[in-house]
């Protein structure tokens, strides 16, 4: 079993950065995907990027490319989301997931999931 702990949530302008943090511990895998997928209130969850951890592939929803940026810190066990040029419609509470493999994909099949943290852009 792996746990997911996010951090870095809170209240930014429009315009503004944001950094995420998901810190994984307990059970790990050589191969893994992490992901970040946000859902805003009255909405599905939905996907925002992925990162293939062994061969560092990419991947982002049309929607955040170009402003967000997914990385990872091996040494750390954790994986980031820097969020930049923030819109309103960012507004969401944002989660990591991890799923075994070396595929990305944007569903929502990830076997874990981190609690979530709340992103919250002003206009």
């Known amino acids: 079993q792996v746990q997911l702990v996010e951090s870095g949530g809170g209240l930014v302008q429009a315009g503004g950065s944001l950094r995420l943090s998901c810190a994984a511990s307990?059970?790990?895998?050589?191969?893994?995907?992490m992901g970040w997928f946000r859902q805003a209130p009255g909405k599905e969850r939905e996907f925002v990027a992925a990162?293939?951890?062994?061969?560092?592939?990419?991947y982002y929803a049309d929607s955040v490319k170009g402003r967000f940026t997914i990385s990872r810190d091996n040494a750390k066990n954790t994986v980031y989301l820097q969020m930049n040029s923030l819109k309103p419609e960012d507004t969401a509470v944002y989660y990591c997931?991890?799923?075994?493999?070396?595929?990305?994909?944007?569903?929502?099949?990830?076997?874990?999931w981190g609690q979530g943290t709340q992103v919250t852009v002003s206009s």
């Open positions: 997931a991890r799923r075994r493999g070396l595929t990305i994909v944007t569903s929502l099949s990830y076997e874990s």
């Open positions: 307990g059970r790990t895998f050589s191969s893994y995907v």
């Open positions: 990162l293939s951890w062994s061969g560092g592939n990419t």
